[in-house]
């Protein structure tokens, strides 16, 4: 890896990329190929799980949920080793590396289940292969994917104005690189073969660690261990501190490979590490600070605590929303034919789109003193992805063929990603704003935590869905089941959200002047 001169740090400082310094190029590039490779991979997982390995909906459903809450839980562990040893251009390179290797390990599927009589055979060695690789990338995206974010914080100063802008920037590049992802694996996967579609996704990995390691040199020194004479330091398993750290990374790769094969015990991990995390700042609030603090404390976890609700509901994209619009759906848009897998698209596209304009209206609306408080916000998120599917629920009630318009996925959809609008920007900067500036990285990781919660709530919510019969059309969708559950999850969000409209007075009580 390259170590960093003076001249490479002034050179890094005069060069700009809209406006912005230059590294932001290199790590909106990395980003976007991250997740181009990330949603890629996720966008074809549920129908390949289910048409190629011919799992049913339920166990297809609990493998995504176990992966996704996995995900979401590891950048507490990269974001850590981070901070205290790595320094961010490290872990985000080894995160790199270990996604390449899933994603190409993922290239590899072996031979299609098939039956034999009632009974369903697949070949394990390759089942565990997949496993293992799903494991790198959880372990890949822990190391990488809350990092990147804290460089992009800290290409600027303090009071830098660009600083917002930059995240904008840098949010367009998850964007793009989802969307032309789910367009082209999506294609690749569902009608080349699966195999060649998650090639695809690992090549787009492999430029994004390409692209990481010769633009690092544009971070300006940013992103650099806290104390590298300490990461040379031997441990006491006798290398190096920074070799045991990327040893320690396999290390959890491993424990991930066994969490795949107990997909029901995710929720546990997942919910276990929650309440601890609830608990340990609890404490913290009650030992350390004074009331202001303290108050703000207890309204961020409370908003924490809520999200995973939001997320149970928005990631069933790639699951039962995935399957339903495989078997449900008439996929043409004004003659234009769309696979199930691309369907996710949208979500990516709508964010392009509305992103900026959501951007301007929360400024227009300040400037009338009528933006709604954070804590609102996160009550109309609720309420509009509640609403979202229950009238879903509902349009799709209307019509039992199983080519039912396509207007209603664009529905969903927009509900979802409005609903994104309201609650994910805004959490992110809550969290930095509601928390003492010393426990700011613990809460950041709380606030996965709970987005991993939500994630794995997601699965097996899409798992109750259909059955565990294995076969051919073992990714078939119980219909009423299916509607039932769309309208309780919505209306149980949306009384969420009405809940948290009442408190709203109380929250913005607790948040002492901050918005
Ligand atoms: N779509 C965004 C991303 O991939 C946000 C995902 C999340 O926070 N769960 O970065």
């Given amino acids: 890896m390259s170590e960093f001169t003076d001249e490479m740090y002034a050179g890094s400082q005069k060069r700009n990329f809209m406006g912005h310094p230059v590294g932001l190029s290199v790590l909106f590039l990395t980003e976007m190929w991250e997740r181009f490779s ?16 011919l799992f049913g909906v339920e166990k297809a459903s609990m493998i995504y949920g176990a992966y996704a809450g996995l995900v979401y839980m590891m950048p507490i562990i990269g974001g850590y080793m981070a901070d205290r040893y790595l320094g961010s251009r490290k872990a985000v390179t080894y995160g790199a590396i270990l996604l390449v290797l899933g994603h ?8 299609a289940a098939y039956m034999s009589g009632d009974i369903v055979v697949r070949d394990e060695f390759y089942i565990n292969i997949f496993f293992l690789a799903l494991a790198l990338i959880i372990g890949g995206v822990g190391f990488l994917k809350a990092n990147i974010s804290s460089v992009v914080g800290a290409l600027y100063g303090p009071n830098d104005p660009r600083r917002d802008g930059g995240f904008s920037i840098f949010y367009m590049g998850i964007n793009l690189g989802s969307f032309v992802s789910m367009l082209l694996v999506g294609y690749v996967g569902e009608v080349h073969g699966w195999n060649y579609g998650f090639s695809i996704a690992g090549i787009g990995m492999l430029f994004g660690l390409l692209i990481f390691l010769w ?41 991930n490979w066994i969490m795949m094969q107990y997909d029901q015990m995710v929720i546990q991990l997942v919910g276990v590490s929650g309440i601890l995390m609830i608990g340990l700042v609890l404490f913290y609030a009650f030992t350390k600070c004074e009331k202001v603090d303290r108050d703000r404390l207890f309204v961020a976890l409370f908003l924490i605590a809520v999200q995973s609700v939001f997320w149970a509901l928005f990631e069933q994209q790639a699951a039962s929303l995935t399957l ?21 698209m949208m979500n990516a596209l709508f964010i392009i ?7 301007w209206l929360w400024v227009a609306l300040a400037r009338r003193k009528w933006e709604p408080s954070t804590p609102a916000k996160f009550g109309y998120s609720l309420l509009l992805i509640g609403a979202g599917y229950i009238v ?37 900067s809550m969290v930095t704003k509601l928390s003492v500036p010393k426990i700011v990285g613990m809460m950041m990781g709380t606030w996965f935590l709970f987005t991993a919660l939500g994630n794995n709530v997601a699965g097996w919510i899409s798992s109750l869905m259909g059955s565990n019969e294995e076969g051919v059309a073992s990714g078939t969708l119980d219909m009423a089941a299916t509607m039932d559950l769309y309208t309780l999850i919505g209306l149980g969000s949306a009384g969420v959200g009405i809940f948290i409209l009442i408190l709203t007075p109380l929250l913005k009580k607790g948040m002492h002047g901050v918005h």
Avoid: C
């Avoid at 990330?38 to 390995?53: A, Q, V």
């Avoid at 495989?326 to 369907?343: N, P, R």
């Avoid at 789109?353 to 951007?359: I, Q």
């Fill in 353 to 359: 789109v509305f992103a900026p304009v959501m951007a």
């Fill in 104 to 111: 190409g390990l993922m290239a590899f599927h072996g031979p």
């Fill in 324 to 344: 339903l619009a495989d078997q449900q759906f008439d996929l043409s848009f004004f003659g234009i034919g769309i696979l199930a897998s691309q369907v996710q």
């Fill in 392 to 428: 879903f629920a509902w349009g799709m009630g209307l019509d039992d063929s199983t080519s039912k318009s396509f207007m209603w996925l664009v529905f969903i959809y927009f509900m979802l990603t409005l609903a994104e609008l309201f609650l994910s920007p805004v959490g992110l």
């Fill in 38 to 53: 990330y949603y890629g991979m996720r966008t074809i997982l549920i129908l390949y799980l289910t048409k190629y390995h």
């Fill in 215 to 255: 633009g690092q040199r544009f971070l300006g020194g940013r992103a650099e261990p806290p104390a590298p004479e300490v990461l040379k330091e031997k441990s006491p398993i006798g290398l190096n501190k920074e070799n045991t750290i990327y040893l320690f990374g396999l290390g959890l790769v491993g424990v």
